[in-house]
Every structure is written in C-alpha cells, then in structure tokens.
C-alpha cells in the first residue's frame, strides 16, 4: 500500500504569537546530561558584565516575561476592542491583568494574562489554560509611536478573525506556545508532552533568550572557571558554542578591490555560527525531543527546514510565508562568500554593527557603491539606501516589518514573467513593473549581467514545477546556475516521477554534495522519484552523518520490498526507521506527526499501530483532512470502504479548496458502483490541481470506461 504523507509542518505559524501554562513557570529544566546544568543569567553576568548589560537591553531579554507594571505595555484600563462582532476587553483587578474574550465554546469568559510575549514592535500576552497549555490572544497591543500609528490594540486577522472551530483560533494548536515557539522565546525548554493524558508539563531553564539559549549550559564552564585553570587550559570549550560564535574578519587585499575578501577562513567557526542561530532564525521542525543536550550538533541533525516551497518562498527565493531570516540568506552570495550573521549582528545586543548605509560598506567599498553611479538614485533619499533596493520589506501580524535576507539584485523582468516582487515597485507603487524593467536597462551592471540571466533559471525551473509540470530538461538546465545549497535542493526537489537518464545522473551526483542540504532535498525527493536506478541512491543515503538526510531516505524505503535489499541494508534500514519514527514523536503533540507516524506504519504493515497513530491524530483534531484521507485510504486496503467513505465525506466539507480529499472520494465511488458522483469528485480535484497529471489521468480513464464524453 502507497500511504500518502502529511509533509513536515514547521516552527513558526507565527514565532511571536503564541505562548502555556502558569504553574509551570517556576519550574526549571534539570539539566542537560550528567555533569552539563543550567546556571541561569545573573551566574555568567556575574563575570561578563559587558555582555550582559547589552544582552538587558536586547529584545532577547524580554521575549517573555512576568507580568508587572513594567513588562505589560498594553493599555489595560477597560478598553474595549470591537471586530467583526467579537468584543475583546483589556481591565485590571487588584493590581492583576485580565481580558475578556471569547472562550473555545464561542461565550465571553475572563481570562488572567500569564505573561507577556515579544516587546516590539508588537507585545502579545499569554493566558494558561488546562493541560499545561499557553495560549495566545489574536489581538495584540501596537508598541509603535502613536504617530507611526501605534500604542492601540488591534487584531491579527484583520480580514475574517478566527472562530472557535479553526485550528488559529487562540484556545487551538496553532496558537500554542509549547509546540509553536517555546524553544525560540526561552531558554532550556523540555515541552514534556503526555500523549495519553494530552498534557504538556513544559519545563525552562531561562524564561527568555538567555545566554545559554545560545553558549550552552554553563555549569561546566563555571567549575572551571572557579577551580584552578592552569590546570585545563582549554576550559573555555567546556561552553560549547564560545569558541564558534565568531564572525570572519573581511579586508581588501588587492589594489582596486570593490568588495572585501574573508581573510581568515574559519569553516568551523562559520558553520557554528550559522547553527546557532538557525534553529530560531529559520523555519524548521523539531526532530529531537531535547535539543538542549547537544548545543554543538549541527542544524540539520536537530531539525529540518523548509526548502523554497509554493506559499513560503516565492519562486526566485523571495520571502512569501513566515520563513524568517535562515533560508533567505542561505541563497545569498554573501553567505556563499562567508558573511555570516554576526557580521551584520552585535550577537549580545542584538543590534547592527553600523547604521544607514554604513551596514554595508564594512565590505562595499563606499567610493563605489554609495554613490548615484550605483544607486541611481539622490545622496540621502530612500532610494539611495542599500536595503530598500537589496532587502526589501514584507509586513508580518500586521506591523512587523521584516527585510527579505537573500540581499538580491532587483529583477522587475521576474516581475512580469512569473509574478514575484520586487523592489523597484515597492517604492514606486504607482509604476508598472514593465516600467521598472526599462528603467533598469538604462542602468549598467545591473539585471543585464550574466550572473543575473542565468539566476533567472531556476526561478522560471521552480515556477514551472509549482504551476505547471516542469520536464526533467527545464530542472537539469537550472541546476548548474544554482548559487546555493537550498536552491540546488528545491530544485532536486521538484523532480517529477520517472526513470528519466538525466534526471537519474543529477540524484547520483547529489549523493554526493558536500552540502547537506543538496542532500536533503535529493532525500526528499526520492518519495516521488525512487527507482529500481535510484534505488542505491536512497540507501547510501541511510547512512549520511546527518540525522535529517537518513530519515528521509528511509521515508522514502519503507514499504520497498525486502527481496530488493541485503541483510545488512535490511538492518540499516531498520536502525534509520526507528530514528524517523522517533523524530516524529518529537512532535507527538500535532496531528501531523500522527499522520506521518500512521502512514510509516501502514508501510511497515504494523496495521494496528497505524490505525491507532490515525485516531490520535484525529482524536488531537477531529477536523484534521490529512488524518481522515490516510485512514480512509487505510480502510480501503482492509476492503473496508464503508468505514472510509463517511470520513472521506468529511474531509472534502472540512477542505473543500484540497485535491487530495476529493480524488480519494472519487475513487471510492468508483469502487461502489457510483460512477456519475464518481466523476463529480475526479473532476473537482483536476480543478482545483489542475497540473497533477495523476488527477487528469484517472478522470479521463474513468470517463472513457464510463463513456461519458
């Protein structure tokens, strides 16, 4: 049986929405391993003044926080918030902080505030409900100037605010702070989730981005640091990520250099870097229950990222979706020559290391690149900012400003072809992007530069395979123009089924990147492309280093017949699977992991572990279409359609705007005798996936066997 998979859901729905539970607060994380403790911020400040009074000022510091006078920076002096109907209210009572709003049942109920969450330029507040949880209100306080048109509450769904029966309405999963943002906004957490009791017993060590959030537990270092030093004279590593939390140093080394050159390779220490701040900085899902225990890991054996995907990332790798800051600068050519994040970021303030233009001339030389020649535009004026023309905004929760990292060229020409943004137009609203493109070309160097042309490859190679269906010779062409490891992956990613020569020639030399994130989308793509020629592919890949690369490859073997393997492939295989099935229980708190865990059993033929693994998931959210379409398609295999079809009714009222419910309804109506409904389904999902060629096929088969014109 081919089980469908519900893909990998990610961190971040929204980062700084949501937050759980008010007794928990006092409780800390035990630890990490014997002898490595937790020793909280006033223990490492005591040493690291300095650093510490930066880190104070930094919004680290308050990314959540006790409620006081002081941390509340919402107006709570009975002021009532009326939208599409739903009236919120912010009050005090005895010095405590209250809201009235609408309950999980739809009724107006008091609710104490837990703490506070984020400080600018938005401030959001969490309320402790049963099971352990915290929950987070869709209507935040706007901390921004009143004359920037802040200091007012306002909703986060502006157009249509949730209702109590959607999962982001602010009692459901998608504004819980265990599963949704606890390992981001503190420090040390274990989310301790029951599945039996469906409880969380959330643990921190810090109750915001502290040190350790980033060094480590300090305990170690503290031993060493009070004993006799002479004696360990590399204790300093026992903080694990001290000696990695460091920028490269960039200079000019010939004569009439434009860009400054790295001149001190350190890939270890550029490596760290990036993995320290990923895991808070990228949209990602958790793969390890406790990822405090190894801080000096790599990213990609504690998580797994998305790649540039439909809704995330827009086809040239603009940012779309929340995906935050890690994936757009992971296709920019600074990362490529080296720059890393804290080359830009002071890391214990938090702050830029210049201001305005100077940002960037640490690296551009000024005489050249801040200059009209370049810009184009006047000395002071906006235009003549590097980041309005090379990190241009996106607008998240409805205030928060958030500059696109990938720090790319502005291609107007993309604009007209395939419809992505760009900067020119966000600045000159009232132009055409056809204008912008012959503005341009008026420019020297600009987007008529080889280096240009070719990126537009991939960005026409991904737009095709999200609308259209992309040939094996459309990918294969872009690939070499890929400038990043991320965009060779969403490209690898994007391969059709098939057994196609060239396409099989790029998945064999992918095995072999040293990039693990080429890797990693070569893994993910042998759930559609794994062949009797792929098939070695896929096992090489059960023993890649990297925990994120071997699950996927064995995602994609489970199910393979046996014969097809060896004994000793056979028992990697087995050691890989339990590695995939223990990272989805990672996540056990969401459906999604469920599902996943469902579909793994189904494949292994575990009959009674998957239908348990599909009731969870639907016992968490009854409405849950992924979980109803994979134990539909379960009864079917057990020749149980009766017991599958009702759910199967479900999922396409719950997801009218989804495919796969209404092709699997289709076909079970085809399988009762019920062609003419049959066809009503079959055609609904070719509308509304209009390029799956899988859809199309079995709609004109069975419209030919039905003789229906």
């Known amino acids: 049986m081919s089980s469908k998979l519900i893909w990998h859901f990610f961190h971040g729905f929204m980062i700084t929405l949501f937050f759980c539970h008010g007794a928990l607060a006092a409780q800390v994380n035990p630890g990490l391993k014997k002898g490595v403790d937790y020793v909280g911020n006033q223990t490492c400040i005591g040493c690291h003044a300095k650093q510490g009074a930066a880190w104070a000022k930094s919004h680290h510091a308050q990314s959540m926080q006790e409620v006081s006078e002081k941390s509340v920076l919402g107006k709570f002096d009975n002021v009532e918030l009326i939208f599409h109907g739903q009236a919120t209210r912010f009050f005090k009572k005895d010095a405590t902080y209250y809201v009235n709003t609408l309950n999980a049942k739809g009724k107006n109920q008091d609710f104490k505030i837990a703490y506070t969450f984020g400080v600018y330029p938005l401030q959001q507040y969490l309320i402790a409900l049963p099971g352990g949880r915290l929950q987070v209100l869709a209507v935040a306080w706007d901390v921004r100037p009143q004359?920037?048109?802040?200091?007012?509450?306002?909703?986060?769904?502006?157009?249509?605010p949730p209702v109590p029966s959607e999962s982001i309405f602010w009692t459901a999963r998608d504004q819980n702070w265990n599963f949704m943002c606890a390992t981001c906004h503190s420090t040390g957490v274990l989310k301790n989730y029951n599945v039996s009791k469906d409880q969380f017993d959330t643990t921190w060590a810090s109750i915001n981005v502290a040190c350790e959030a980033c060094h480590g537990a300090g305990s170690a270092h503290v031993q060493w640091a009070q004993g006799d030093r002479h004696d360990k004279p590399d204790g300093l590593k026992l903080i694990v990520n001290t000696q990695s939390i460091r920028a490269g140093s960039f200079g000019f080394s010939k004569p009439g250099q434009k860009i400054a050159s790295l001149q001190n390779e350190l890939p270890v220490q550029r490596q760290a870097a990036g993995d320290i701040c990923l895991p808070c900085h990228?949209?990602?899902?958790?793969?390890?229950?406790?990822?405090?225990?190894?801080?000096?890991?790599?990213?990609?054996?504690?998580?797994?990222?998305?790649?540039?995907e439909k809704d995330l990332y827009y086809a040239d790798g603009q940012i779309d979706g929340e995906v935050f800051e890690g994936g757009s600068f992971a296709q920019s050519a600074m990362h490529q020559a080296g720059v890393t994040c804290l080359n830009c970021h002071e890391p214990h303030g938090a702050t830029l290391r210049a201001e305005g233009n100077a940002l960037c001339t640490q690296c551009h030389r000024s005489d050249f690149y801040d200059k009209p020649e370049h810009h184009h535009h006047p000395i002071n004026s906006d235009g003549a900012k590097c980041v309005n023309c090379h990190m241009p905004t996106k607008t998240y929760m409805g205030v928060h400003e958030r500059r696109d990292h990938s720090l790319r060229i502005p291609r107007p020409d993309l604009t007209v072809a395939i419809n992505t943004p760009n900067a020119c137009n966000q600045c000159h609203k009232e132009k055409s992007a056809a204008w912008a493109v012959l503005a341009l070309k008026q420019w020297p160097n600009s987007m008529d530069s080889p280096a240009e042309k070719e990126r537009t490859d991939s960005a026409?190679?991904?737009?095709?395979?999200?609308?259209?269906?992309?040939?094996?010779?459309?990918?294969?062409?872009?690939?070499?123009?890929?400038?990043?490891?991320?965009?060779?992956?969403?490209?690898?990613?994007?391969?059709l089924p098939g057994n196609h020569p060239k396409q099989n020639h790029v998945l064999a030399v992918a095995a072999h990147n040293s990039d693990g994130l080429v890797r990693l989308g070569l893994a993910r793509s042998l759930m559609t492309t794994l062949s009797q020629t792929t098939l070695p592919i896929a096992i090489s890949l059960l023993s890649d280093p990297l925990l994120a690369v071997r699950i996927e490859a064995a995602r994609a073997l489970i199910g393979v017949d046996p014969a097809l393997l060896n004994k000793n492939q056979l028992q990697e295989?087995?050691?890989?699977?339990?590695?995939?099935?223990?990272?989805?229980?990672?996540?056990?708190?969401?459906?999604?992991?469920?599902?996943?865990?469902?579909?793994?059993?189904v494949n292994l033929g575990e009959q009674d572990s998957a239908e348990k693994e599909f009731r969870i998931a639907l016992h968490l959210d009854p409405d849950f279409?992924?979980?109803?379409?994979?134990?539909?398609?379960?009864y079917r295999v057990l020749h149980k359609d009766d017991a599958g079809e009702p759910l199967l009714r479900r999922a396409v009222k719950i997801a009218p705007k989804e495919a796969e419910p209404a092709y699997a309804l289709g076909l079970l109506l085809i399988r009762k005798g019920m062609p003419q409904e049959a066809l009503v389904w079959l055609k609904k999902a070719v509308e509304l996936s209009p390029t799956n060629a899988r859809y199309s096929n079995v709609l004109n088969m069975a419209m030919k066997e039905i003789g229906t014109p």
């Open 147 to 160: 004359a920037s048109g802040g200091q007012r509450w306002f909703h986060l769904y502006p157009d249509s």
């Open 282 to 308: 990228t949209r990602r899902q958790e793969l390890v229950v406790d990822n405090n225990k190894d801080q000096a890991a790599k990213f990609l054996d504690h998580y797994q990222p998305s790649l540039i």
């Open 573 to 601: 295989l087995q050691l890989v699977t339990a590695e995939l099935i223990k990272a989805e229980q990672a996540s056990a708190d969401r459906p999604e992991s469920h599902t996943n865990l469902g579909a793994i059993y």
């Open 625 to 634: 279409a992924p979980a109803l379409v994979n134990l539909a398609d379960f």
């Open 460 to 495: 026409h190679a991904l737009h095709q395979a999200w609308y259209a269906s992309p040939a094996v010779d459309v990918i294969t062409k872009a690939l070499p123009s890929a400038r990043s490891g991320i965009e060779s992956a969403s490209l690898i990613n994007s391969f």
